[in-house]
């Protein structure tokens, strides 16, 4: 039994290896029966034979399943991987696991431009999209400048980003406490990061972006590769890592604010799912498809739950994975200080 499975199409072939191309398999399984659950679950229990029939589109059922319970649990499998892929970009151009968009300050930035759309513009979907990435690009460009002496590696950039996060979340409660109330109350529980509500309308544009970033990183991948390696491997490899880096931090902004835009700021998923799909796939580095499959069961899962714990009420997603990160960020740092 071999470490690798060779995988042929035609005359082509690829390589794959074996631990890596099972843990995907597995957790796309995992994926898919989590969203048919998801879809049979609501207000009432709907029969496994009903949703098939509404999503083939008969019976009673169609409109409850396919325009209430199917955008939600897509929204959750692509926002999922967004933010896996998000979380697998910065902690490969950090080096460090706590390297997350939700530790380093980026959520917060992109939740500040969506205030910022919400308070002072009109609100509308456009505005939030290009508010949410303006702000999550603000935060980015001031965590780099400030950790400059280090690049974009090393523990200094974490520690400025965990001081940039609380400054902006500072920011952001004072917005939202000089903001009319109105105002406040709906950027207050949007704020928690929520699924609830969300509709195909909505998701088109989102779906389209985070496509258009995923298809970015693919041509990247291989570059981000080398440059994990180190950077005179990279270099020596004909890897432009200044380009690399400006492409890859606009990839792990754009999947992140696209996210905090719909859904609010939804935070662990980046922080987490890097490291349980590192150590599912058991690869040396952060791999972007382990990620991003882990980051879409998480997400589904934590709203799965969120719509479980006290239902028929539906609690933000946001909720969840702020529990179970909070548990899963003590472990980390505990793990990580026994090592030294």
Do not use: K
């Amino acid at each position: 039994m071999t470490g690798h499975v060779v995988l042929r199409a035609g005359t082509y072939s690829i390589r794959v290896a074996r631990r890596p191309l099972v843990a995907s398999l597995a957790l796309v399984a995992a994926a898919l029966a989590l969203a048919f659950t998801a879809l049979c679950f609501g207000a009432s229990w709907s029969h496994p034979g009903e949703v098939l029939a509404a999503l083939a589109g008969h019976g009673d059922s169609v409109v409850v399943v396919r325009d209430w319970r199917l955008p939600r649990v897509a929204a959750a499998l692509v926002f999922g991987a967004a933010l896996g892929l998000a979380g697998a970009i910065f902690q490969n151009l950090t080096r460090n696991a706590l390297g997350s968009p939700d530790i380093i300050g980026l959520d917060a930035g992109s939740y500040t431009g969506a205030l910022f759309a919400i308070t002072v513009l009109s609100g509308t979907s456009a505005q939030l999209s290009v508010s949410s990435v303006a702000g999550g690009l603000a935060a980015a460009a001031a965590v780099y400048f400030l950790s400059l002496r280090s690049g974009l590696s090393g523990m200094r950039l974490i520690v400025i980003g965990i001081a940039m996060n609380a400054m902006l979340t500072a920011l952001n409660s004072w917005i939202v406490l000089r903001a009319e109330l109105e105002v406040a109350m709906a950027a207050t529980g949007w704020s928690a990061g929520s699924l609830n509500g969300v509709d195909w309308a909505e998701l088109v544009l989102p779906f389209l972006v985070i496509g258009a970033l995923t298809l970015l990183l693919v041509t990247l991948s291989s570059g981000m590769r080398q440059a994990a390696l180190g950077d005179d491997l990279a270099v020596a490899s004909g890897v432009r890592l200044n380009l690399l880096r400006l492409l890859l931090v606009l990839a792990g902004v754009g999947c992140t604010a696209t996210v905090t835009a719909v859904a609010g700021p939804i935070v662990f998923i980046a922080l987490a799912a890097p490291q349980i799909g590192r150590l599912l796939a058991g690869t040396a580095g952060v791999a972007l498809m382990p990620a991003a499959l882990t980051g879409a069961v998480l997400l589904l899962a934590a709203d799965l739950v969120a719509q479980a714990v006290f239902a028929p009420i539906s609690l933000p997603v946001g909720v969840v994975t702020t529990v179970i990160g909070g548990g899963y960020l003590i472990w980390l740092l505990v793990r990580r200080a026994g090592r030294t």
